[in-house]
């Protein structure tokens, strides 16, 4: 079974500062997909970047970028100038593309400090 | 476009009831999955429906069960609560099933149970 692993319970980080949370997986697939996603107080969740395992380019999207590292299987996010609205549960999710949904880490709590 | 909606936000029951949770997915989307979010257990995946066709169960008793109608409405029945099933219950859709390369999962704002 796939299993998603989030060592830090909880990050901090200065305003405008720039971090990395973590993200390990374990599988045996050799296609699948990778997820990064918020939860904000609202308990809504919010998709922030996605990576396809074939793709070999990390992905980005504005101040959110991922650090891809297939052999390794690591998936780390980094969240450059951080702002206040950014802090949430942030959460790691794996799929291997069938029909099994996705699996979850069991995410990082992200503190911003104004 | 309208984002997922789930209702009722917020439901109280007490053990040995049943409750049904409803989730409307975004207009067009085929694909609703239902996930379990405890603290204890984190997110857990619990099925998934495409075309009213369950494709796959999370590792959950048979007390879990749902169904989807044709306009892709999905619902999850909980019989015989218990009150470790006091979760917040999220469903997502999706425009295909999973499997499919461009399969994002758009979230509802979940239904908080409480079983007292």
């Known amino acids: 079974a796939q299993t998603v692993t989030q060592s830090q319970p909880e990050m901090s980080v200065q305003e405008a500062e720039t971090v990395t949370l973590s993200c390990t997986y374990d599988?045996?697939?050799?296609?699948?997909?990778l997820f990064w996603y918020k939860q904000p107080p609202s308990r809504q969740m919010i998709l922030v970047i996605r990576q396809e395992a074939y793709k070999q380019q990390n992905a980005t999207e504005n101040r959110f970028s991922v650090n891809f590292q297939k052999a390794a299987k690591s998936f780390s996010l980094k969240i450059s100038d951080s702002q206040l609205g950014d802090a949430a549960m942030y959460f790691c999710a794996y799929s291997r593309g069938g029909a099994d949904g996705l699996t979850f880490g069991k995410g990082t709590h992200l503190i911003i400090q104004p | 476009k309208a984002g997922v909606t789930q209702t009722p936000r917020y439901l109280i029951k007490t053990r040995g009831q049943q409750v049904t949770l409803s989730c409307s997915p975004i207009?067009?989307?085929?694909?609703v999955s239902w996930y379990q979010q405890t603290p204890g257990q984190g997110l857990q995946f619990l099925f998934e429906y495409f075309s009213e066709t369950q494709r796959n169960k999370g590792n959950f008793p048979g007390r879990f069960s749902g169904r989807q109608f044709s306009n892709s409405r999905s619902e999850m029945n909980v019989s015989t609560l218990e009150l470790g099933d006091s979760a917040l219950y999220l469903c997502?859709?999706?425009?295909?099933?999973?499997?499919?390369?461009?399969?994002?999962?758009?979230f509802g704002p979940g239904t908080r149970l409480t079983v007292l």
């Open positions: 599988t045996s697939e050799s296609d699948y997909y």
């Open positions: 997502a859709s999706s425009l295909t099933a999973s499997g499919s390369i461009n399969n994002e999962q758009f």
């Open positions: 207009s067009g989307h085929r694909s």
